[in-house]
């Protein structure tokens, strides 16, 4: 969406290599959020951060880790990347403050041979 | 924690028909409720959000949602479908007070007959 971008769009990587994933906005919103998709399960939350450098773990963190440094950034990490982590990743973004809708990115395609 | 059902994972419908998708949550209180569309490759995009107030809320692309606190429910509605809305369906549910817990719907993916 307006806003909020992805990089890269697709990737295929090897099991076992590390892997990360970018989500910048340009909306100056505090909250930011990391999903996977697969079929049949909708989103599920991965991590989420509230602000600056804090981030916390959502229903489906094991084997990921996240950063933020900058209000703008927000990485998604896999330390050692595993097939079963093949899947399509969203980042979102929302203002806070009473407000709940969340606006996504265009997503990532991620392959794990 | 809440949880989102939808009923239907694929509906088919001729265009100009009718359409309405199903959604069933789960949560001790008044939610805030969501529904979102993902075109084929694309990412998620808000279509309507009901708070509080008029349980019919009206949304872009000519969509309109009904919650419904006694069925749990929250369907999508649209009185003539165009095919330019085949895609994916995600009925969402958020606690209030918890911006870090939206909770989505397997999906329902649309076709349009022409």
């Known amino acids: 969406d307006a806003g909020i971008t992805q990089s890269p769009r697709h990737k295929v990587t090897e099991t076992g290599t590390p892997v990360t994933l970018r989500c910048h906005q340009t909306?100056?919103?505090?909250?930011m959020y990391w999903y996977r998709q697969d079929p049949g399960h909708g989103l599920r939350l991965i991590h989420y951060?509230?602000?600056?450098?804090?981030?916390d773990k959502g229903e489906v963190s094991d084997g990921y880790s996240v950063s933020r440094s900058k209000t703008e950034d927000f990485l998604l990490t896999l330390e050692s990347a595993t097939s079963s982590q093949t899947s399509v990743y969203f980042c979102?973004?929302?203002?806070?403050?009473?407000?709940?809708?969340?606006?996504f990115g265009p997503g990532t395609r991620l392959t794990v041979t | 924690a809440q949880s989102v059902t939808q009923p239907d994972i694929h509906i088919t419908v001729s265009e100009g028909a009718s359409l309405e998708l199903r959604c069933n949550y789960s949560y001790g209180a008044t939610p805030y409720l969501f529904w979102y569309v993902q075109s084929p490759g694309q990412g998620l995009q808000l279509l309507l959000k009901y708070f509080s107030g008029d349980t019919l809320v009206q949304g872009i692309k000519g969509f309109e949602a009904e919650f419904k606190r006694s069925q749990s429910s929250f369907n999508l509605r649209k009185p003539s479908v165009h095919w330019s809305d085949a895609a994916e369906y995600f009925c969402a549910v958020a606690a209030r007070g918890n911006n870090n817990d939206m909770r989505f719907g397997a999906g329902t993916r649309l076709t349009v007959k022409p």
């Open positions: 979102a973004m929302s203002r806070g403050e009473g407000t709940y809708e969340q606006y």
């Open positions: 909306e100056n919103h505090r909250y």
């Open positions: 951060s509230y602000g600056v450098k804090d981030t």
